[in-house]
Structures are given as C-alpha cells and as structure tokens.
C-alpha cells in the first residue's frame, strides 16, 4: 500500500484516516469591497449568491465566508450549506428575533448581520487543505458503465482509466448525501451524460462520472451517475470523529488497483486492522 497517502487508525473496528501526508495550507481573506447579495429561502433560512460561474476562487471564497459565519455566530445559527456558488445559513427565527442585531424583523437582522460581516476588516484564515490518493478498482463488476463510457468518447477502455486516474481533482462542496464529494478538474475526453434510468441501488464507495463531474457515493443509494469502478474507502463513517473523509478544497487522486488488491483492502478495512 505505498501508495496510499494516509495511515489507517483503528475507532470502533472501522479504518479511520488519521494522517495525511500531502498537506497544503492556504491563506485566504475576505473581501472587503464585494457586495452580497442576499435572498431568502424561507422564513428560516437566506442564500447568498456569490457568482454564477463554477471556480476555484469562488469556492475559496465561499468556504472563508463559511468559516467566518461560523467563527462570529449568528444568533440561532443552526447550519450553513455551502454550495458551488451558494452559501445558505439556516438559523432559529425566534432567537433573531430576540437578539440584539439591528433591524425590526429577522430577515433585516440576519441581512445587517451578513453585510457587517462582509465589510469586516480583511481577516486571514488558515484552511487545512489535503491531497487524499484514493484507490479505484476499474471496471468489470465494479464499474459496469466504463465500456460504456469509453465507447461514448470513442476510445479505450485503458485511456478512460489513464485519464481519470492521471488527474488532480478539487472538491467544490458536500452534498446530494453524506460526504458526497463534487469533484472538478475532469477531461472532457472523458464526459458522459446521467444515465437515461437512474439505478435503485449503488453500491458505497462507487466512482462515477456525470456531464464533467467524477465522484464517488459514500453510501449506498439510488443514483444515476456513469459507474467506472469502486474504492475500498469509507468516504463516511459515522463512527468517525470527523464523518466525512473529503471536504471543500480537499485535493483527490486516483490510483488504479487490481480486483485482489481491492478484496484485500476491503476485507482490511471491514476488518478494522491496521496493516
């Protein structure tokens, strides 16, 4: 397993990814100058639009802005959903209201609040960023759609493996289910639209492929997306201190391993040992 850029600690009989070896730390700031624009989603909850396009500076800012929220509470704060190019903050309106935020309703409150935070002096946040290496096991039983995805792009089998394997991708957010990671930075050699029937069960730890995105379910559910093979790692653990293996501006790659290779390292993991 020389590869692999973590080490496994043992937690309740489950593999936990304790160390990483690529870690990259980045300096981001907020901005001081960038209006926000702020729309509610319902009487408990407001979106912030931070652009409409998808990139690795929005997500960036996007996260710090999450952060931030997070670090200076909002009153009845109870979640934050980040999103492409999206961040939602879901609180509880009795306590807005019973707070001392200027405005006379909760949507003024909680937009005072966004705003004054947005106009806050720049302020640097560390944001630990990881490059995971995940193993993939391609094909056959484990990937029954890469023929499929191959003959789509009019090439092999071996060159959608090469290139979904050869590249760095960037975690953009969480969703769809737990530790459901939205990875950006794929070959459009390699692209392939949902599936026309979406299946009613896929299997945790699936690796698909939908329009230019590549992802991996973290539990078994329906979903639709082009299956090319399967990773022997939890992407989540309940178990886990920290849930969920990816987050926003995690790093992923992909190694290519053989079925045994993918029997052995499963059985290990359900197993919980640590070698």
Known sequence: MGYLTFKYRKISGVC???????????????????????YPISEKAVTIAFGDSISEALMHRITNFDKLILERSLPGLQTTVPAYNTLSIFFDPLQVLKSNLPGKTCREKVSHYLEQLNETETTAIKSESQLITIPVCYGGALGPDLEDVAALNKITTGEVINVHSSATYLV?????????????GMSETIAAPRKATPRAAIPAGSVGIAGMQTGIYPL?????????????VKLFDPAR????????????????????EFKDLQNRADAGTDN
């Open 241 to 260: 201190p920290v849930p969920a293996l990816l987050k926003a501006g995690d790093r992923v790659q992909f190694k290519s391993i053989g079925v045994n």
């Open 16 to 38: 936990h990814i304790q160390s990483i070896v690529s870690f990259v730390e980045a300096e981001m700031t907020t901005s001081t100058h960038m209006a926000l624009s702020i």
């Open 220 to 232: 078994q559910t329906p979903g639709g997306w082009q299956l090319i093979g399967q990773t022997p």
């Open 172 to 184: 953009h957010m969480i969703g769809f289910v737990p530790g459901f990671a939205y990875l950006g």
